[in-house]
């Protein structure tokens, strides 16, 4: 089952403008969540998380919003960049006994 | 139905010993993975398999191997168990290499002792 969803399997953006990355999940013990920034023949790299007790994180150009109500998180990306351009995972986590799932992965492409 | 599943989903051991941590995806597809994930969150890719051709980050220890009994299996091996491969374990699958889509697997959690 797939308690991590990515809906949008691409995107594409003007550069300059903003991002949007959109994850659903369904399992409400989740309590902390994260966006994986992935290249071509890499593994995913850590960008930015969250935890439940919070809604919003920020760092630089990129913000997480979580809500909990609606089991959805989502990642801004402002500005856009080409160098953004990548396929984004969201990752869910039971904190205490680190069962992590992913999403299946939207593209992101910013075109210059 | 779970698209990839992974077993066990903990692995507790000595060092020195062998084990194997066992992946299948029912979602037909043609590539399969294997990624470390070490204490601060960062996914290492250690393996993929794509129709019989292995490719292998250099930077794996020949100790682990991974073995592909059909296309919807991908096992990992690992020899001569050392305190360092203490870590999570993700397996996932792709519709072929190089696709964007990957489902990942709910990890394992390998500790050594």
């Known amino acids: 089952d797939q308690q991590v969803k990515q809906n949008s399997p691409s995107l594409s953006v003007q550069e300059g403008r903003i991002s949007i990355l959109n994850c659903d999940y369904t399992n409400s013990m989740f309590d902390y969540f994260l966006w994986y920034k992935k290249y071509p023949a890499e593994g995913p790299t850590f960008l930015i998380s969250?935890?439940?007790?919070?809604d919003k994180n920020e760092d630089g150009r990129f913000t997480v919003f979580l809500n909990k109500s609606a089991k959805h998180l989502s990642l801004h990306i402002v500005p856009s960049q080409p160098g953004d351009s990548a396929v984004y995972f969201c990752a869910a986590l039971l904190y205490n006994n680190n069962d992590m799932r992913f999403g299946a992965g939207t593209r992101l492409t910013v075109k210059p | 139905d779970t698209a990839v599943s992974q077993t066990p989903k903990y692995l507790v051991t000595q060092m020195g010993n062998d084990k194997s941590i066992k992946c299948e995806q029912n979602?037909?597809?043609?590539?399969m993975y294997w990624y470390k994930q070490d204490s601060k969150k960062f996914l290492k890719i250690m393996f993929s398999y794509n129709n019989k051709e292995l490719i292998i980050n250099e930077t794996v220890p020949n100790r682990f191997s991974p073995k592909s009994p059909d296309k919807a299996h991908l096992n990992l091996h690992i020899n001569s168990l050392e305190l360092g491969d203490s870590a999570v374990y993700f397996c996932a699958s792709s519709p072929r290499l190089g696709a964007d889509t990957q489902y990942f697997g709910p990890g394992t959690r390998l500790t050594v002792l």
């Open positions: 979602l037909g597809h043609d590539t």
């Open positions: 969250i935890s439940s007790i919070k």
